[in-house]
C-alpha cells in the first residue's frame, strides 16, 4: 500500500557530508511523521531524527547540531542532512513514516519502513 525509495548513502570520509532522502507513494491520505533510525553492526536500531506533520522535530542524543531533517509535503519526502560526519555514523539507514491510508476506517496510523541505505565513514 505504501512504498519508500530511499537514496543519498554512500562512502564518505570523516568531517564530509551526505543527504539521505526518502520518498513515500501508495495510498496516503497523510503523513503523521516521518523518520530516519539507523543501526550498526551488533547495535540496536536507534532513532536518528522525526519530522511531525506540523513541523516539529526530534533528534538523537548523538545527533548534537550535525544533522537536520526537513520533508517537502507536497512530494511525500524527507531529507535528512548529515554534516561533521564521524566514524561512528557508519550504519545503515533506514526511513519510516507512520500514515494514515486512503479508505481506512479508524485514524490510526500505520507504520513503514524503508530498506535502508548504507552510511559508511572512513578516510
Known amino acids: 500500500q505504501v512504498q519508500l525509495v530511499e537514496s543519498g548513502g554512500g562512502l564518505v570520509q570523516p568531517g564530509g557530508s551526505l543527504r539521505l532522502s526518502c520518498a513515500a507513494s501508495?495510498?496516503?491520505?497523510?503523513?503523521?511523521?516521518m523518520g530516519w533510525y539507523r543501526q550498526a553492526p551488533g547495535k540496536q536500531r536507534e532513532l536518528v531524527a522525526n519530522?511531525?506533520?506540523?513541523?516539529?522535530?526530534k533528534y538523537g542524543d548523538f545527533v548534537k547540531g550535525r544533522f537536520t531533517i526537513s520533508r517537502d509535503n507536497p512530494s511525500n519526502t524527507s531529507y535528512l542532512q548529515m554534516n561533521s560526519l564521524e566514524f561512528e555514523d557508519t550504519a545503515v539507514y533506514y526511513c519510516?513514516?507512520?500514515?494514515?491510508?486512503?479508505?481506512?476506517?479508524?485514524?490510526?496510523?500505520?507504520?513503514?519502513w524503508g530498506q535502508g541505505t548504507q552510511v559508511t565513514v572512513s578516510a
Open positions: 519510516q513514516i507512520d500514515v494514515l491510508l486512503l479508505g481506512q476506517r479508524l485514524p490510526v496510523p500505520h507504520g513503514y
Open positions: 519530522i511531525y506533520s506540523g513541523g516539529s522535530t
Open positions: 501508495g495510498s496516503i491520505l497523510s503523513i503523521v511523521v
